[in-house]
């Protein structure tokens, strides 16, 4: 098509004829009046780089009935809307993350108006569901912060992993250190929750890869192995599964970036694949998920704790499923919050009655006995929309850093929601759900780019010239 334009023009006559056409760069799809807007931070990201570096145990650090993290969320919140009014209208409009967000918090605020138990209760379950409001907050901030503010973003979040890393290594070779230091709530300062801090250390594991540059590869290969390792060290299946999960897309999202496989990208997949195989046998983590097998070469403790933990998810699920379907009602619309599904179905009897456990350890589970099929549907077609926007993603390539590890910390939390009690807790929702209204947002506002904005050759200012 190029060719036959220049045969037809000579190309200074063509680009004379051309109109002048402003872009923005690659990375913005709205960007900010002036310098301040470009280096805003976006929105929520403080209280979630906050979650994610102080985990479980930082998450119960509060004053009075106010814990940090949704004082942080609260804050942002406000924040944001203050600016909006100051600013007024912007110069494009600002895409949400999409009718899924309103309708699974339409849902909720529904189960809520019947809700006939303790109040407080049904608030408390009704928070890992009302926490996706998190979405609209960064989804908006996003389009409105320019290149430098996503930037800026990107390192305090890289900020916050890397302490997360700091205080897991402490942990994992000084647990005797760790029972000595003072309790937040019901945890413990630097008490591993291994299912989410494994998934972050993958995080953080698939950022330093997609980091690594000459001159310093190894720095970041440095922090990449200390991740790895110290999420190896850990007793926990679904974490190692997130760990490989965010390596995978970390090396995707490379090769997606070059253009190209490079021989340093080969080796260095080689190098990891041939480590993994080599570490897993002998790793805690590996010998968990090597138990499974009836055969396996672990020790029979070992074995049969491993087998007892699936045997006891799998009859707890088998039990609340068929509790929740017993009944047209709970079906359609769920128990709603404050019922203790998980006690009334007695699937808290194989996971261990008494400990305050309420949800089965599976996120979909959990929406389907509160919500029923109506919310099972949205949870089921949101998720499914986060992953297909995080396929195009690698495919074609992020837009931005920021992009790339929102990808990750979706993927990774994921994994590990649909085998513990993740994004019903705030140190888990919070930053997925902040992380999936970027996505959303994205995709939304690259798609409306799309239509603006058709592709064509940059020498032809009409379609009519190209097949002159």
Not at 75 to 82: E, I
Not at 382 to 389: D, E, R
Request: glycine share 10%; aromatic share 6%.
């Amino acid at each position: 098509m190029t060719a036959r334009v220049d045969m037809a023009y000579p190309r200074t006559e063509v680009a004379a004829r051309m109109p002048p056409v402003h872009h923005r760069p690659s990375g913005s799809s709205v960007a900010g009046p002036g310098p301040a807007a470009d280096r805003r931070l976006v929105a929520g990201v403080v209280a979630v780089t906050v979650l994610l570096a102080g985990s479980r145990w930082g998450s119960h650090i509060h004053v009075g009935p106010l814990y940090i993290g949704d004082f942080l969320l609260c804050a942002a919140f406000l924040a944001a809307t203050w600016t909006a009014l100051l600013s007024g209208k912007g110069p494009e409009r600002v895409h949400g993350p999409g009718i899924l967000i309103g309708l699974l918090l339409l849902v909720t605020g529904f189960r809520l108006l019947t809700v006939q138990d303790d109040l407080r209760v049904a608030l408390r379950d009704a928070a890992p569901f009302a926490y996706v409001a998190i979405a609209y907050l960064s989804a908006g901030a996003y389009q409105r912060a320019g290149d430098r503010g996503r930037e800026r973003t990107v390192r305090l979040l890289h900020l916050g992993l890397l302490l997360h890393l700091a205080w897991m290594v402490v942990a994992t070779l000084a647990p005797a250190f760790v029972a000595t230091l003072p309790s937040v709530g019901s945890t413990r300062v630097f008490e591993i929750r291994t299912d989410f801090d494994v998934a972050v250390l993958g995080v953080l594991a698939g950022l330093s890869i997609l980091r690594m540059r000459r001159g310093r590869i190894w720095l970041h290969a440095s922090v990449t192995a200390a991740a790895l390792v110290t999420g190896l060290a850990q007793v926990n299946r679904a974490g190692l599964f997130s760990c490989c999960a965010c390596v995978l897309v970390a090396v995707m999202l490379r090769v997606a970036g070059d253009g190209r496989l490079r021989l340093r990208a080969v080796l260095l997949g080689a190098i990891a694949v041939l480590a993994t195989v080599a570490v897993l046998p002998i790793s805690p983590a590996g010998q968990r998920l090597l138990a499974l097998n009836e055969t396996a070469t672990a020790s029979s403790e070992l074995v049969e704790n491993a087998q007892g933990t699936t045997r006891a998810r799998l009859i707890a699920w088998e039990r609340v499923l068929t509790y929740t379907l017993d009944d047209p009602v709970r079906s359609a619309v769920g128990v709603g919050f404050g019922p203790d599904f998980l006690q009334r179905s007695n699937g808290d009897l194989p996971i261990g009655r008494g400990m305050g456990v309420r949800s089965p350890h599976n996120y979909l589970l959990t929406a389907f006995a509160r919500l029923g099929f109506v919310g099972l549907a949205i949870v089921v077609a949101l998720l499914a929309s986060l992953v297909t926007i995080a396929v195009r993603t690698v495919r074609r390539g992020p837009p931005d850093e920021l992009t790339s590890l929102c990808v990750l910390l979706v993927i990774s939390l994921l994994i590990v929601a649909l085998l513990g009690v993740i994004l019903e807790s705030p140190f888990g929702a919070a930053p997925f759900f902040w992380a999936a209204g970027i996505l959303l947002a994205g995709e939304r506002s690259r798609r409306a780019r799309a239509r603006r904005e058709p592709e064509h050759d940059p020498l032809v200012s009409s379609p009519q010239e190209a097949i002159a």
